[in-house]
């Protein structure tokens, strides 16, 4: 039975709602000003670029969707959210590459049954069209979930997107024992944004993600948002399953600082776990720039090795880039991208 959960969210400050049509970000002249500070963060690191597990692509009219309910500082944000880079898909995947970021991924997500066949065959093309995007795939609890995700892992999905949050289920819905099942067998991790942050959610925070690792304890989880505000929770599953990671989208910026701060006496353990912790941005769904991202990354002051482990290390261990290769290593899938998944075509009414 799915179990309720009352977790708290982050404070919220003094929130209004942003005007509609929000400006659509920095222009060519702050964009080569950008550039060159990531090129200087990647060289003074000595990287051969960013690995940033945590990037959103997705059917242009949900997209236009997930901005607008930005723009209206919707319930599940809580407070004024402005696009930094609201673009064109192809200017965003230039900017990406610009920035020197070798591999990104399209997370998508569902926030109700009937979209998620659809959405994995859209991020399946964009995978094939896009080389250096990890092939993303997502689910929801509904029936024939265990179909269409074994469609998208035979097809070369390489990693999945949960929201729990906007998703409004349980982790734990027998719905979803297929799926949970095949994933922990095929070692596909997904990204699962289970924290209780910016808002909660009726199944957010640990103990739906501890339960679900109690059952399915091979399974590869890459916690969102480094689990905000339960950062430190989500710090305790890290330890003590080998197969968590923690993404940090968001997590250390002045933007999530001001209402979910991480604690500093938790910094030295999350210096120890530097080989579980992926760089994620959110990128282009920001209300700040990307270097801005880095930056808070580099004033946790936790040294240049922990730097590098984060934004490039870990996640081409994890995914198996190598040096100068594409994001997808030969095999389904490779070389950006695999198979339709299953699912139906795109419906023309249907949104973010």
């Not at 265990?146 to 734990?172: I, M, S, T, W």
Request: glycine share 12%; proline share 11%; with cysteine.
């Amino acid at each position: 039975m799915s179990e309720r959960t009352e977790p708290s969210g982050c404070a919220q400050p003094g929130a209004r709602p942003a005007a509609s049509g929000a400006p659509a970000g920095p222009g060519a002249a702050e964009d080569g000003a950008e550039v060159r500070e990531v090129a200087r963060f990647r060289r003074e690191l000595g990287l051969p670029g960013l690995i940033d597990v945590h990037t959103h692509f997705m059917p242009e009219r949900v997209l236009r969707k997930v901005w607008a309910y930005f723009d209206a500082a919707g319930p599940l944000t809580g407070r004024p959210w402005p696009i930094t880079y609201r673009r064109p898909e192809e200017e965003r995947t230039a900017l990406l590459r610009a920035f020197g970021v070798r591999a990104f991924t399209s997370l998508l997500y569902p926030h109700k049954p009937g979209m998620a066949g659809w959405l994995n065959s859209w991020s399946a093309d964009f995978a094939r069209r896009t080389p250096d995007c990890l092939h993303s795939a997502t689910f929801f609890p509904e029936p024939g979930a265990g179909e269409y995700v074994r469609a998208a892992v035979e097809g070369g999905a390489r990693v999945f997107k949960a929201h729990l949050q906007v998703g409004a289920y349980d982790p734990n819905d027998p719905l979803l024992d297929p799926v949970w099942g095949l994933l922990a067998e095929a070692a596909v991790p997904v990204v699962i944004h289970c924290g209780s942050g910016p808002v909660p959610g009726r199944f957010t925070g640990p103990g739906p993600v501890r339960r679900l690792l109690a059952r399915h304890p091979r399974l590869r989880l890459i916690v969102a948002h480094m689990g905000m505000p339960e950062y430190t929770e989500f710090l305790d599953l890290a330890e003590r399953h080998p197969g968590v990671r923690l993404d940090t989208t968001m997590a250390f910026t002045d933007f999530s600082e001001e209402i979910c701060p991480f604690p500093l006496p938790e910094l030295p353990r999350l210096a120890a776990l530097r080989d579980r912790v992926l760089l994620g941005t959110d990128f282009p769904n920001i209300p700040y720039s990307y270097a801005h991202a880095l930056r808070a990354l580099a004033r946790l002051d936790l040294g240049d090795d922990w730097l590098r482990a984060v934004c490039h290390g870990n996640a081409a261990r994890d995914f198996g880039i190598l040096p100068g290769s594409p994001a997808l290593p030969p095999g389904p899938g490779g070389g950006g991208g695999g198979g339709t998944a299953g699912g139906r075509a795109e419906p023309g009414a249907d949104g973010g």
